[in-house]
């Protein structure tokens, strides 16, 4: 039996000139006559001969010669993509002087007797500071956030010292009683983003204070540079701002407040209004304040007011972001042998993004090192243009090369390197794909000493690893490059060189002002067109977290830059991440006779999971619609499928507003998404009633 020939286009003649006369309403509007008659179709026809000879050719194509074929049209294997998390650093104790923690500083799981350690490196340095408290501030105005019209009783000569003062001159840090909405505001000097923020406070302890000590009917917030607006630090430990610890119990005696404050911890100016209507004067800081909220019907409110007599500040560690990768520094290549074309490799691969300084150096007669630029292709390079390619796939790195054109003449494209000068990579970073999402509290072992810090851990699991491309994969690809011809044009074209730009990308949208899902309201103007992002997760079958899917800036330019290089010049690009629509499901099933309830719950639980997921929801398992709303009846049947659910009594969809806080909304029959937006699993709540 003869060996199967893969076929690798199939379109036939009929099929070329049906999908191009499909597109005729869509681009040319006025063109309504369709009869063969008409000379548009006729050329239609011709080029549609035209590629079906092509594909016939294409077709009769060994397998080895289609792969040279794509790389000739520029069809490389994407490299694969690290997992972040963040390590948070512990020091032994508070220090008077700042510590820093460099860039780059190691940090790795244990090595085991079957699995290597698996390495993260730090993307930025980490100033661990020494606090200084600039201001205290109390209000005993009833708001929820806004200052502006909010009077301030300025005690901060009282505590900027952290001395206790005399018997009977506490400060009332609330109302008498509190009321929802005091607060009082601690500043800071120094960028605390980043740190761990022990606070000791002092109050007068007394009895009867009147609330439960393990739930007070406050929050501790801090400013948010990004949101700009204030920022509740909750109670978990995966949270990007966590109190760790309340030592206090209510404001009701000495103990210590463990803070993790986010890197979006930033500097504000508070405005207000100070004692009889005088506006305040300039009080800039970084800014954290408590807040008594609205007490939940089951919870005891304050009889009176806390009152503070003493307040002392320090740090004890920092959280700084890491990615699962490796670096290496000045590796030295070899020396050149003075001809063009030469390749050299890195003895690590694959690499990943270069960074600012991570270039290929070459050794100048005077014995310094210069830095060599790195381009796509050597197409637009000239002989004297200092340029290299490097292959982040394989780590094989190129140098220009001489090509011999029509006139018999030789042009050189790109600088050829002396004879028996040395060639380094000044640094670059090797490693990712889907070994390291690992799990919280994992990464423990230090790779390096550093002064005064005593562990390290990481709160969070890692996410967004991605292993690196396959050939059959790339083979896919192929006939997708040779339609779009690296040039972004149509939506079609948008999409499928977003998802090119990086293996972080795993979803994209693309929204024009010709879109037909998009609604007049949320229609891009004139010649604006907007990339919706989905970035790529390490597993879908679980509750998916606010900041596991939040698109990241680094991501985001990336994207833009590799689409600003193929997008026509008058086309505005919009780049943002999907407007996701958080909802729980809240439904009682009954089970089939001889099936474990509980087994059948958690297989219920299971498939809500995926179903609701913008990666693998969705009827055809490929992520959510975009633009799809919820129905009660896609839950229902998604739920009567499972094996083992005898039929269903009652569901509701139950929208999250805000899944940080993770509080529900209102039961509806109906989720609206809007044209950029996908739907989000909550923590569902699935009741067994007994067969």
């Known amino acids: 039996m003869a060996l199967p020939t893969p076929n690798l286009d199939d379109r036939k003649f009929q099929d070329l000139v049906e999908e191009a006369r499909s597109m005729i309403p869509r681009y040319c509007p006025r063109w309504t006559d369709h009869n063969l008659s008409d000379p548009g179709i006729t050329l239609i026809e011709l080029f549609a001969w035209m590629v079906d000879v092509l594909l016939y050719r294409l077709n009769k194509v060994p397998e080895k010669n289609y792969v040279k074929f794509l790389e000739l049209i520029g069809v490389k294997l994407m490299p694969p993509a690290p997992a972040k998390t963040d390590i948070t650093f512990h020091l032994s104790q508070a220090q008077q002087n700042p510590v820093v923690i460099p860039k780059g500083t190691e940090g790795a799981t244990v090595r085991t007797e079957t699995e290597e350690a698996i390495t993260f490196i730090t993307e930025e340095e980490l100033n661990i500071e020494v606090p200084t408290l600039d201001y205290f501030l109390v209000t005993h105005a009833i708001h929820d956030s806004s200052e502006a019209d909010v009077y301030f009783d300025d005690h901060s000569d009282e505590f900027r010292h952290g001395k206790e003062p005399d018997k009977g001159k506490e400060v009332i840090v609330f109302a008498d009683p509190p009321k929802t909405g005091n607060a009082f505001y601690l500043g800071y000097k120094e960028p605390l983003a980043g740190n761990i923020l022990h606070i000791n406070f002092s109050f007068l302890e007394k009895e009867a204070i009147g609330v439960n000590p393990n739930n007070p009917p406050y929050v501790w917030e801090y400013w948010d540079g990004d949101d700009k607006k204030w920022r509740i630090i909750e109670r978990k430990a995966d949270a990007i701002a966590w109190l760790e610890d309340d030592g206090t119990r209510g404001l009701n005696c000495k103990g210590d407040l463990k803070l993790h404050l986010p890197y979006s911890f930033a500097k504000r100016e508070l405005q207000g209004m100070e004692g009889q ?41 920092g959280t700084v972001p890491a990615i699962n990768a490796s670096a290496v520094a000045e590796e030295e290549l070899g020396k050149s042998d003075g001809t063009p074309g030469q390749t050299f490799r890195l003895l690590n691969s694959p690499v990943l993004s270069r960074l600012a300084g991570e270039v290929l150096e070459v050794q100048e007669k005077d014995g310094g090192y210069e830095q060599w630029q790195e381009v796509a292709d050597f197409s637009q390079s000239g002989p004297e243009d200092r340029h290299f390619i490097l292959d982040s796939a394989t780590g094989e790195v ?93 939506a079609e074209d948008f999409e499928l060189l977003t998802l090119e730009a990086s293996p972080s990308v795993a979803r994209a949208k693309c929204i024009h002002p010709g879109s037909q899902e998009a609604e007049d309201g949320n229609r891009p103007p004139p010649g604006v067109v907007k990339i919706v992002i ?70 219920v639980e299971s498939q809500l999971y995926h ?54 909304g209102t039961a509806a029959q109906l989720v609206e998404v809007p044209p950029s937006g996908l739907i989000c699993s909550g923590r569902h709540e699935i009741v067994v009633s007994e067969p």
């Open 398 to 490: 190129r140098l220009g090369t001489a090509i011999r054109q029509p006139s018999g003449d030789t042009r050189q494209f790109g600088k050829i390197v002396a004879r028996g000068a040395s060639i380094r990579f000044s640094s670059y970073r090797y490693g990712g794909g889907s070994r390291g999402n690992v799990g919280m509290n994992t990464i423990t072992v230090l790779k390096s000493s550093i002064p005064y810090v005593q562990s390290v851990t990481n709160r969070r699991g890692a996410s967004g690893g991605r292993d690196g491309e396959s050939l059959e994969n790339a083979k896919l690809r192929g006939p997708k490059t040779l339609r779009t011809l690296n040039r972004a044009v149509t």
């Open 277 to 317: 209507g005088r506006r305040f004067d300039r009080r800039e800081a970084y800014w954290i304040r408590c807040r008594v909220t609205r007490a939940k019907p089951d919870l005891e409110t304050y009889d009176e007011s806390p009152h503070l007599r003493a307040i002392q500040s320090s740090t004890w560690g």
């Open 611 to 664: 179903f609701l997921n913008p990666l693998s929801g969705g009827l055809e398992g490929n992520g959510w619609p975009f633009g799809r709303h919820l129905r009660v009846s896609d839950v229902h049947s998604c739920v009567q499928g499972v094996d083992g659910v005898d039929y269903v009594e009652e569901i509701d969809l139950i929208p999250i507003p805000d899944p940080e806080k993770d509080e529900p």
């Open 534 to 603: 989905v970035p790529a997760l390490s597993s879908v079958g679980r509750i998916i977290k606010p900041h596991q899917i939040q698109l990241s800036h680094e991501l985001k330019q990336l994207v833009r830059e590799y689409l600003n290089e193929r997008k026509l010049l008058t086309t505005v690009l919009v780049v943002d991440q999907a407007e996701y629509r958080w909802v729980k499901v809240r439904a009682k099933i009954k089970v089939k006779p001889k099936f474990d309830s509980r087994a059948v719950r958690e297989n």
